[in-house]
């Protein structure tokens, strides 16, 4: 499993390819909860920033990987922050429909203006 990090205009886009489990979660919601507190309303930003968390390249995900996805979720709705879920793989975006968290988590294919 591999993490990286685009800054972007508007915030940042946080990049995971691979598998998602129970060995690296903690590793994925640890990346994107620094995005999330990069990114906060309280750094005095005039405008709301974006975290999107790129799931394009992700094979696989248990449900630690959901837990973080959840975590980021919270922790981004309680600083201010926008949480995407970006270009989301088929199988991940079958996992999220199962779950019942499509009607939870932004899913989108583009970065949002």
Avoid: C, W
């Amino acid at each position: 499993m591999t993490i990286t990090v685009e800054d972007i205009n508007n915030g940042a886009i946080v990049r995971i390819a691979g598998e998602v489990d129970l060995s690296v979660s903690p590793e994925v919601k640890e990346k994107i909860s620094e995005q999330i507190n990069l990114n906060k309303k309280e750094n005095n930003f005039t405008i709301p920033k974006s975290v999107y968390a790129d799931l394009s390249e992700v094979t696989y995900i248990d449900s630690s990987g959901i837990a973080s996805l959840i975590h980021s979720h919270q922790l981004a709705a309680k600083s201010g922050v926008n949480f995407y879920l970006f270009k989301t793989s088929p199988g991940v975006l079958k996992v999220i429909q199962l779950a019942r968290l499509d009607s939870i988590f932004k899913l989108v294919d583009t970065v949002q203006e």
